[in-house]
């Protein structure tokens, strides 16, 4: 069997849209009715004038600082954000607050349920099964995404292994006494893993694990391709929030990511003005309904994720949408010496032409009037002076090509940059402090 349901895996668009129209609805008058938020948000807007997917475009977007802002009142913590009664609500979730105050999310039951059953369709669809023994490498503390994969496991039937409390070493030695072969991982700790292996004399790829999700940043192909070549498994990449949950994910063509229909409505909107969908293959930025939770309704969710729209076919035969690549945060795009700057292009390149890089920083700051971008870089032990002096050019003449910025390239002892266990924050940018 290819497919966790294979009803709604397979379901006609049209299907599909009549369904997400519905759902859409349902959650408007849900939410207009018990959230304070969408009750003063959505004033003066009436069902009955949602009546296509145009219809939809006219409701206004909802952004994190909104939710901030709500759950500055009564009860506390969720405030005007929640959808239920405080007494229904059995989980507390929070966003990691890397942009600011955190979000705390409010689940109830039922809410919760919806999610897991999202997750089972993102695991099955990359491929995990209940012969796998799967290994949660962290402690999971109030991130969402870690329970998710916990409890979606444990409902597909595979064995789900706890990693908390252990230090990355304890965790590879963990994988190789209970024999785990699958693991769900961000792409940056994935990497370290298979260093501290290595340092360990281990061969990553002895491990014995065959699917690896990853999640938490955005990673380029080279960077799936290389954690594949490390574990010699089979890598799947995956997209979400705290807000709304994990929203589409890779199957097992690897061409793209599926977005999770009929549980979610998505609209890819072109940068500039937020209003219209783009083309297959044009760059916009997700905005997320997830259509079946009521503990904490979210309408029109401005995720900030910019993707790549991809096409609507796939050889796996689902039917469902599909984004062709997550390009960034549209907060990490910078203007830099008046280029326009992705952290996500260097990790490409460098995960691509220069495996000898083990860990790297890419810092900007302002010198007089001009911007001057340096990457930090951390090698392999073992390499000559001339080997490094060679490295630092290539690194030079690779990345002025690749992003039109001329990098200065600085040599780092051994162990001397940060190893990131959830998000990475490679990209520093000295120049302003933002707030957001
Ligand atoms: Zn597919």
Same mark, same amino acid.
């Given at each position: ?127 995990? &099964?209940?012969r796998h023994r799967v290994f ?25 292994v ?10 590879v030695h963990k994988i190789i006494e209970i024999r785990a072969n699958g693991m ?9 893993i298979a260093?501290?292996a290595?340092?360990?004399?281990i061969d990553p790829a002895s491990l014995g694990i065959e699917r690896m ?17 490390l574990f010699g498994c089979h ?64 309408? &029109? ?16 035969? &689902? ?118």
């Open positions: 069997m290819n497919f966790w349901n294979p009803y709604l895996e397979t379901l006609p668009r049209e299907e599909l849209d009549k369904i997400e129209l519905c759902y859409f609805k349902r959650t408007f008058s849900h939410a207009k009715e018990y959230s304070v938020l969408y009750r003063e948000k959505l004033e003066g807007i009436d069902l009955r004038d949602v009546k296509t997917p145009d219809d939809i475009k006219k409701i206004p977007l909802t952004d994190k600082e909104e939710l901030r802002r709500y759950q500055e009142m009564e009860p506390f913590p969720y405030g005007g954000t929640l959808g239920r009664s405080i007494d229904e609500v059995t989980t507390f979730r929070q966003t990691s607050g890397t942009t600011g105050k955190p979000v705390y999310v409010p689940e109830t039951y039922e809410s919760w349920q919806w999610r897991i059953e999202v997750w089972c369709h993102i695991l099955y669809m990359a491929g995990f &099964r209940p949660l490498p962290f402690g999971y503390n109030v991130y969402v995404a870690f329970w998710e994969a916990h409890y979606a496991s444990e409902k597909l039937g595979c064995e789900l706890p990693g908390g409390a252990l230090d990355t070493k304890g965790r769900m991982n961000t792409p940056t700790y994935g990497l370290h260093e501290e290595k340092n360990m004399g999700l990853c999640a938490g940043e955005p990673m380029p192909e080279a960077t799936r391709r290389r954690l594949e070549a890598v799947f990449d995956h997209i979400g929030g705290t807000e709304p949950c994990a929203w589409a994910g890779m199957c097992e063509a690897k061409e793209g990511l599926h977005i999770i229909e009929p549980f979610f409505l998505v609209e890819i909107l072109d940068r500039e003005t937020l209003q219209r969908e783009v083309e297959e293959g044009e760059i916009g930025v997700a905005v997320v309904t997830p259509l079946g939770r009521r503990s904490f309704p979210l309408i &029109r969710f401005n995720t900030k994720d910019l993707v790549i729209k991809g096409r609507e076919t796939c050889p796996c035969g &689902r039917t469902s949408r599909k984004i062709k690549e997550v390009v960034g945060r549209t907060d990490d795009l910078r203007k830099i010496r008046g280029v326009l700057f992705s952290p996500k292009t260097v990790e490409a390149a460098v995960r691509h032409e220069f495996p000898e890089v083990v860990e790297f920083e890419i810092l900007v700051e302002r010198k007089g009037i001009m911007d001057e971008i340096t990457i930090r870089t951390e090698v392999a032990p073992g390499l000559s002076g001339q080997e490094i002096d060679q490295l630092r050019a290539r690194l030079r003449e690779n990345l002025k090509v690749k992003t039109n910025l001329s990098f200065h390239v600085q040599m780092e002892p051994p162990g001397s940059l940060p190893r990131y266990t959830l998000k990475a924050k490679r990209f520093k940018d000295m120049r302003e402090i933002r707030n957001d």
